[in-house]
């Protein structure tokens, strides 16, 4: 490929006479460029919001849930806790106790989950205790009996920390004279926490353990067992393992399918955004196109003289060819270049900030992935490539005897 290769280059290079030729094919290698810089940088800050909602939702949920299928819960909770603390991939196993109750202040009222936690094996599951911005765990407020809300609950009910909230449950409704009656108790805020997702910012509220057995005439039993695993990513084959090891009536659910539609409409987002996106790439290979019409048109001498001294169609396909990859190599590697320089200054010097207040982040988030690096260049460089046959063809199919005739 030694005289199509160097002829290509000529071709390339800006003379007076095809001048124009050469802007066309760089404003296309431009455009190019544009395409893939703009399609990293929107798929590596969609890869970053990914990550953060990821990484708050495992924080604050655990990365397996056990569960029974019967309706009184899991009695032999203490035992099953040690049988799957012994499978090696576990970290750590906490028992929990999850219903949905009504709650009010003095100004409002919600419906919330509660959830009832051993503090000292929560911690260990979740980050929970990181999130915490007042109070603690320990559930102790004077000798009233402690609940920690989300902030952006307490906010709603009009609460802040020592005041008295009422908590209403239905679980086991109580008989009185005028029938069926909600269970009672009252809390007292004994800690706020922000995960900086809304969903449980404004919807989780968490009691002891023990309290949440009396509130729910639970007994000695709990609702689930939460399972944190050393990898995130293996925890769908983890809860298959764990379910096969502790056998009927338990089961277990990972947290990719408790959450699979979010993630679901989150890829389909990403990937709705990628084809969008590569219309600035197919502009630039229409451009490619009509740059390398335009050559042909004014090379149909060079073509005659070519073919007359020996030149086969395929050696005058290659030519054009390869004018026109080298301008969608110049412009992918160069639009590759420019985005992940601009992700990387993002990354490290946080140029672009966002309101902390309205966001759960303080800046826009970047994380570039090699797989969606190489997938935007090698669909760039295939579009570059299907756009330069059908001018190629056409300067292949010249005759030179018809070409030299009129020249």
Same mark, same amino acid.
């Given at each position: 490929?030694?005289?199509?290769?160097?002829?290509?280059?000529?071709?390339?290079?800006?003379?007076?006479?095809?001048? #124009?030729?050469?802007?066309?094919?760089?404003?296309?290698?431009?455009?190019?460029?544009?395409?893939?810089?703009?399609?990293?940088?929107?798929?590596?800050?969609?890869? &970053?919001?990914?990550?953060?909602?990821?990484?708050?939702?495992?924080?604050?949920?655990?990365?397996?849930?056990?569960?029974?299928?019967?309706?009184?819960?899991?009695?032999?909770?203490?035992?099953?806790?040690a049988e799957i603390e012994s499978v090696p991939e576990v970290i750590a196993a906490s028992p929990t106790i999850q219903y949905k109750v009504a709650i009010a202040s003095k100004t409002a009222s919600d419906g919330i989950v509660l959830r009832g936690i051993?503090?000292?094996?929560?911690?260990?599951?979740?980050?929970?205790?990181?999130?915490?911005?007042?109070?603690?765990?320990?559930?102790?407020?004077?000798?009233?009996?402690?609940?920690?809300?989300?902030?952006?609950?307490?906010?709603?009910?009009?609460?802040?920390?020592?005041?008295?909230? !009422?908590?209403?449950?239905?679980?086991?409704?109580?008989?009185?004279?005028?029938?069926?009656?909600?269970?009672?108790?009252?809390?007292?805020?004994?800690?706020?926490?922000? !995960?900086?997702? %809304?969903?449980?910012?404004?919807?989780?509220?968490?009691?002891?353990?023990?309290?949440?057995?009396?509130? #729910?005439?639970?007994?000695?039993?709990?609702?689930?067992?939460?399972?944190?695993?050393?990898?995130?990513?293996?925890?769908?084959?983890?809860?298959?393992?764990?379910?096969?090891?502790? &056998? %009927?009536?338990?089961?277990?659910?990972?947290?990719?399918?408790?959450?699979?539609?979010?993630?679901?409409?989150? !890829?389909?987002?990403?990937?709705?955004?990628?084809? !969008?996106?590569?219309?600035?790439?197919?502009?630039?290979? #229409?451009?490619?196109?009509?740059?390398?019409?335009?050559?042909?048109?004014?090379?149909?001498?060079?073509?005659?003289?070519?073919?007359?001294?020996?030149?086969?169609?395929?050696?005058?396909?290659?030519?054009?060819?390869?004018?026109?990859?080298?301008?969608?190599?110049?412009?992918?590697?160069?639009?590759?270049?420019?985005?992940?320089?601009?992700?990387?200054?993002?990354?490290? #010097?946080?140029?672009?900030?966002?309101?902390?207040?309205?966001?759960?982040?303080?800046?826009?988030?970047?994380?570039?992935?090699?797989?969606?690096?190489?997938?935007?260049?090698?669909?760039?460089?295939?579009?570059?490539?299907?756009?330069?046959?059908?001018?190629?063809?056409?300067?292949?199919?010249?005759?030179?005897?018809?070409?030299?005739? %009129?020249?």
């Amino acid at each position: 490929m030694g005289y199509e290769l160097f002829i290509a280059k000529r071709y390339l290079r800006s003379k007076r006479k095809n001048r #124009f030729v050469s802007v066309i094919t760089a404003i296309s290698a431009g455009g190019v460029l544009i395409g893939v810089a703009a399609l990293i940088i929107v798929l590596s800050v969609m890869n &970053g919001f990914e990550s953060e909602v990821r990484s708050r939702i495992i924080g604050t949920t655990a990365h397996i849930t056990v569960s029974s299928f019967q309706k009184e819960g899991l009695s032999d909770y203490q035992d099953l806790l040690a049988e799957i603390e012994s499978v090696p991939e576990v970290i750590a196993a906490s028992p929990t106790i999850q219903y949905k109750v009504a709650i009010a202040s003095k100004t409002a009222s919600d419906g919330i989950v509660l959830r009832g936690i051993d503090s000292e094996l929560e911690s260990r599951v979740t980050d929970l205790d990181e999130n915490l911005i007042y109070g603690d765990l320990r559930f102790e407020a004077g000798e009233a009996r402690g609940i920690v809300l989300g902030r952006d609950l307490a906010d709603h009910l009009g609460v802040t920390m020592g005041e008295q909230l !009422t908590v209403f449950s239905l679980r086991e409704p109580e008989m009185a004279l005028t029938g069926l009656m909600p269970k009672v108790s009252r809390f007292t805020v004994s800690g706020l926490f922000q !995960t900086g997702m %809304y969903e449980y910012d404004a919807t989780l509220g968490y009691i002891s353990l023990q309290e949440a057995q009396k509130l #729910f005439n639970m007994g000695e039993t709990v609702s689930a067992i939460e399972v944190k695993i050393k990898e995130v990513y293996s925890a769908r084959a983890l809860a298959r393992k764990i379910e096969q090891k502790i &056998g %009927y009536p338990y089961y277990a659910m990972d947290w990719m399918s408790l959450h699979k539609n979010l993630f679901s409409w989150m !890829t389909l987002e990403k990937w709705a955004m990628f084809l !969008t996106l590569s219309l600035i790439v197919a502009v630039a290979a #229409f451009n490619i196109i009509s740059a390398l019409i335009m050559a042909v048109t004014e090379k149909r001498k060079d073509i005659g003289i070519l073919k007359s001294m020996g030149a086969t169609s395929g050696g005058i396909m290659r030519i054009f060819i390869l004018q026109g990859i080298v301008a969608g190599v110049v412009g992918t590697v160069s639009g590759g270049l420019v985005g992940l320089g601009l992700c990387y200054l993002q990354e490290r #010097f946080r140029i672009i900030s966002l309101p902390p207040e309205i966001y759960f982040i303080s800046s826009l988030p970047v994380q570039v992935r090699a797989l969606d690096v190489l997938l935007v260049g090698l669909a760039t460089l295939a579009l570059t490539f299907l756009a330069t046959i059908y001018p190629a063809r056409r300067a292949a199919g010249l005759s030179p005897v018809e070409v030299i005739r %009129y020249e």
